[in-house]
């Protein structure tokens, strides 16, 4: 009996392992897999701001936990999580348009035609939003080579 019990158990643990051990670098998480400062990825759509997601509601997509305000935003994202994930794996996209990976904040966001952009900072953000367009030319042209490499390998 101990030993059916034992087993489950290991199993669990080696994957909670695996999700911090081997997240792909193409999502900025941090040292606890979770996504966008812990920001619920939905509100930024429902609610236009940010608001900071509860760490017994999430799920989980691409490698990255998402933490979220209510459950019914986490239903939303469960039923659509490409349509909620934020675009450059929740990297600063600015920083994707000069080729680099900076982490977030998450404050700093604009969702243009459907989909999340997040932002290093607030002051970054101003920097973005000057030129949203041609920043995303440039950023959409830069993602696929640098996705798969670290944030400090560029």
């Avoid at 039923?79 to 700093?108: I, N, Q, T, W």
């Avoid at 101003?126 to 400090?152: F, M, Q, T």
Wanted: charged letters at 25%; a positive charge.
């Amino acid at each position: 009996m101990k030993r059916m019990i034992k087993q489950p158990i290991i199993a669990l643990v080696f994957s909670l392992l695996s999700l911090n051990l081997f997240a792909g670098v193409d999502t900025d998480t941090d040292k606890n897999g979770v996504i966008l400062a812990g920001h619920d990825t939905v509100a930024y759509h429902t609610q236009g701001e940010p608001v900071l997601g509860k760490a017994d509601i999430t799920a989980v997509y691409n490698d990255a936990i998402y933490r979220f305000s209510s459950k019914a935003n986490r239903n939303l994202f469960v039923a659509d999580p490409a349509k909620y994930a934020p675009a450059y794996g929740g990297y600063c996209a600015l920083g994707a348009s000069f080729g680099k990976k900076f982490a977030v904040d998450g404050k700093a966001f604009e969702v243009v035609d459907g989909q999340l952009y997040v932002n290093k900072n607030r002051a970054v953000y101003k920097s973005w939003k000057k030129d949203i367009p041609g920043n995303l030319v440039k950023s959409d042209a830069n993602w696929p080579n640098i996705r798969d490499i670290a944030a400090e390998d560029l």
